[in-house]
C-alpha cells in the first residue's frame, strides 16, 4: 500500500480574503473666514492562499512481473519412407517457420506476452527422444495381454471346475442307486401271478431291474428310509468314505 499527496504551487487557490476600508474627513476655520476641508481613506485587503493538494492511495498486487523470458522447444514430424516396411526408421522432418509463428502466437497468449516490459520468446525446433514412450508403451500393451489371458484362463477354470464336479456327482449319484438297489427288496411282476426263479447273477438282474423299474424304486427308497434310516445312513457314510 502507499499514500502520497502533492502540490500545485503554480496553481493556487484562494482560501480565504478579508477587506478593510477607513475614511475621515476634517475641516478648519481662520479668522479670513475661510474655510479649509481635508478628506483621507485607506484600504486594506487580506488575501489567504492555498495550494492545491491531491492525496492518492494504492493498493498494489503481492509482487509484479518485471519481464518474461520464454523457451519453447517444439518437436517435428516424423515421416515413414513409402518402400520402406514397418520396421524401417522413420524420418524427421522440422516444422515451418509459419507453425512455428502460430505456436508463438499461442504461446504469447497463454502466458500474456508484452512487449512494452521487453519480455523476449525463443521458439525452435527439436526432435524428442522418443525411446522411452516406445518401451513404456510396449510394457503397457504386455501388461494388457497379461491379463486378458489371466482372465480367459479364469474363465476356463471355472468351466472345468463345473464340468469335473458335475462328473463327480453323477458317479455318487450312480453309486448311491447301486447301493440302494441291493438293500432294497425285488419288485413284484406285474399281473399278480406266480414267481419265476431266474438263473442269472445277482448284479445282472439288480442292474436291469434298477434300469427298468426306476420310478418305483424311487418311492421304495423313499419307504426305506422312513422304515430303516439306520441302513440308509450307513450306506451314505460308506460312499462318503470311499
Known amino acids: 500500500e502507499r499514500t502520497s499527496e502533492s502540490y500545485d504551487p503554480d496553481k493556487p487557490s484562494i482560501r480565504s480574503e478579508e477587506k478593510t476600508t477607513n475614511s475621515s474627513s476634517s475641516s478648519d476655520k481662520n479668522d479670513q473666514a475661510k474655510d479649509s476641508k481635508q478628506d483621507e481613506s485607506s484600504e486594506t ?39 520402406g516396411t514397418e520396421s524401417a526408421e522413420r524420418v524427421y522432418q522440422p516444422r515451418s517457420q509459419d507453425d512455428l509463428d502460430r505456436l508463438a502466437g499461442i504461446v504469447k497468449s497463454a502466458v500474456g506476452f508484452d512487449p512494452q516490459r521487453n519480455d523476449q520468446i525463443e521458439i525452435v525446433n527439436v526432435p524428442f527422444d522418443h525411446e522411452q514412450v516406445e518401451v513404456d508403451r510396449q510394457a503397457l500393451d504386455n501388461m494388457y495381454q497379461r491379463e486378458m489371458y489371466m482372465d480367459i484362463g479364469k474363465k476356463v477354470g471355472v468351466v472345468l471346475l463345473v464340468v469335473l464336479a458335475l462328473l463327480y456327482f453323477k458317479r455318487k449319484s450312480k453309486k448311491l442307486f447301486a ?64
Open 45 to 83: 485587503i487580506v488575501t489567504n492562499y492555498e495550494l492545491n493538494k491531491t492525496v492518492e492511495h494504492i493498493i498494489h498486487a503481492v509482487g509484479t512481473i518485471q519481464r518474461l523470458s520464454l523457451a519453447v522447444t517444439v518437436d517435428g514430424t516424423y515421416q515413414t519412407p513409402k518402400e
Open 179 to 242: 447301493a440302494l438297489s441291493r438293500i432294497l427288496p425285488p419288485p413284484s411282476p406285474v399281473g399278480g401271478g406266480p414267481r419265476r426263479s431266474v438263473a442269472a447273477p445277482i448284479e445282472e438282474v439288480e442292474a436291469i431291474v434298477a434300469e427298468a423299474r426306476k420310478p418305483r424304486l424311487v418311492d421304495q427308497m423313499q419307504v426305506m428310509a422312513k422304515e430303516r434310516p439306520e441302513e440308509i445312513a450307513k450306506v451314505i457314510k460308506t460312499m462318503m468314505i470311499e
